[in-house]
């Protein structure tokens, strides 16, 4: 079993309207991180917080908003979403965000069905 | 731009075979080197990690890395049906260096 933990596992939505993901590590973590994953591509970084320092893909369009509450939470709000956004959306934390050697540990996912 | 290239498969091999999935990839720089498996509809889960030039060896598992030629490859020994997955080659490179993943190559282990 994962110590990273997402919900909901599932979720499908309008275009109009607001919802969020959660994620929860139970690793001591310092870094977590937002993944995209469309099928049979592999996961697109979107966000990363390290030591509550956001860096963002500046390719991930303002409808997708992430908060880090503390270093054990991480949220992913989306507003005003569009089909093509139907996706896989992967949470993963690691030991520091930084240097090498960061092995990447991820939450089960959460399948995101935007119609 | 780094790139992260493996076969674009699928690869079937029958049970009990050896299976060899590799990547190459283009950042010299590179430094850190994962396996992670991928089942259908679940997230990626890490099996393996290699750092230095040589083989290393767990269970079934064993990664190979030559800097010198660029790849990175993982041997499965003794190919289960359980092993049928989809395999992602993940690289990073610097100290703040982001990890970077490979199409991935899909296994089909035949019983």
């Known amino acids: 079993d994962t110590e990273v933990t997402q919900t909901p596992k599932h979720l499908v939505m309008g275009m109009t309207n607001k919802k969020s993901l959660k994620c929860e590590q139970h690793?001591?973590?310092?870094?977590m991180y937002w993944y995209k994953q469309k099928a049979k591509k592999p996961p697109e970084l979107m966000f990363v917080y390290s030591y509550e320092k956001l860096s963002i893909n500046e390719s991930v369009p303002s409808r997708f908003s992430p908060e880090c509450p503390n270093s054990s939470l991480l949220n992913l709000h989306l507003h005003a979403l569009q089909p093509e956004d139907s996706a896989l959306y992967l949470c993963?934390?690691?030991?520091?965000?930084?240097?090498?050697?960061?092995?990447?540990?991820f939450g089960s996912g959460t399948q995101l069905s935007v119609l | 731009q780094k790139e992260v290239e493996q076969n674009s498969g699928p690869l079937s091999v029958p049970e009990g075979a050896i299976a060899s999935l590799n990547c190459t990839y283009s950042d010299r720089g590179s430094q850190s080197f994962f396996w992670y498996r991928q089942y259908s509809g679940k997230s990626p889960e890490l099996i393996m990690f290699?750092?230095?030039?040589g083989d290393k060896e767990d269970g079934r598992f064993t990664a190979q890395l030559n800097k010198a030629s660029q790849y990175v490859s993982l041997l499965i020994r003794d190919s289960q049906p359980s092993d049928s997955a989809t395999y992602l080659c993940a690289v990073t490179a610097g100290a703040n260096s982001k990890l970077t993943f490979g199409k991935g190559i899909t296994l089909s282990v035949r019983p």
């Open positions: 290699i750092y230095s030039n």
């Open positions: 993963a934390s690691s030991q520091r965000g930084k240097g090498t050697n960061e092995k990447l540990f």
């Open positions: 690793m001591g973590h310092r870094a």
